[in-house]
T-cell receptor, first 116, second 111 residues
């Protein structure tokens, strides 16, 4: 069966510090991978998605970046955190198809980031 | 661009009553409509989905209806229980690799 892991589970960082959040998927190959951010009490904002290694699309211009060094590893990074980066970060995967049609997304447990 | 609107943002019901959450989508090419439940501090989990070739799907106390002409789909929860309390998200694919999520509905089931 497939599983998705995220770490760390919680993180408190000062403004201006760097960030690295990691997501790994097990039990499937060549998944589509996604990073979402969820502000407190709000919906899901798509940040990045990737359909393959070195194929990453950015949805929202900001001080975050994403990388996919391995097929089932997705990393969210920042060189300098802002207060507004605080939130709940969710990684998700879906089966590799030609499009997202009929594509259920499976979410990880999330990382709660607080920037002080 | 593509959009998914979800209503209401908050819903409070008495235990045993029914709850209905409605969504409207804009992309005519959308053909798959999942619903996710998110409990506090956790990632969303799929609870039911419907494809465009059917108008209704039911799984025990949960049902989803789809009106492709009007671009509406709804989640129906019957005989609500306190453990149904959570945030519910509707979603629709955009025809590419992205899925657009509604803003979410916070459901409170009062015992």
């Amino acid at each position: 069966s497939q599983t998705i892991h995220q770490w760390p589970a919680t993180l408190v960082q000062p403004v201006g510090s760097p960030l690295s959040l990691e997501c790994t998927v097990e039990g499937t190959s060549n998944p589509n991978l996604y990073w979402y951010r969820q502000a407190a009490g709000r919906g899901l904002q798509l940040l990045f998605y990737s359909i393959g290694i070195d194929q990453i699309s950015s949805e929202v211009p900001q001080n975050l970046s994403a990388s996919r060094p391995q097929d089932r590893q997705f990393i969210l990074s920042s060189k300098k955190l802002l207060l507004s980066d605080s939130g709940f970060y969710l990684c998700a995967w879906s089966l590799s198809r030609s499009s997202s049609s009929y594509n259920e997304q499976f979410f990880g447990p999330g990382t709660r980031l607080t920037v002080l | 661009g593509e959009n998914v609107e979800q209503h209401p943002s908050t819903l409070s019901v008495q235990e045993g009553d029914s709850a209905v959450i409605k969504c409207t989508y804009s992309d005519s090419a959308s053909n798959y409509f999942p619903w996710y439940k998110q409990e506090l501090g956790k990632g969303p989990q799929l609870i039911i989905d419907i494809r465009s070739n059917v108008g209704e799907k039911k799984d025990q106390r949960i049902a989803v209806t789809l009106n492709k002409t009007a671009k509406h789909f709804s989640l129906h929860i019957t005989e609500t229980q306190p453990e149904d309390s959570a945030v519910y998200f509707c979603a629709a694919p955009t025809g590419g690799f992205k899925t657009i999520f509604g803003a979410g509905t916070r459901l409170f089931v009062k015992a």
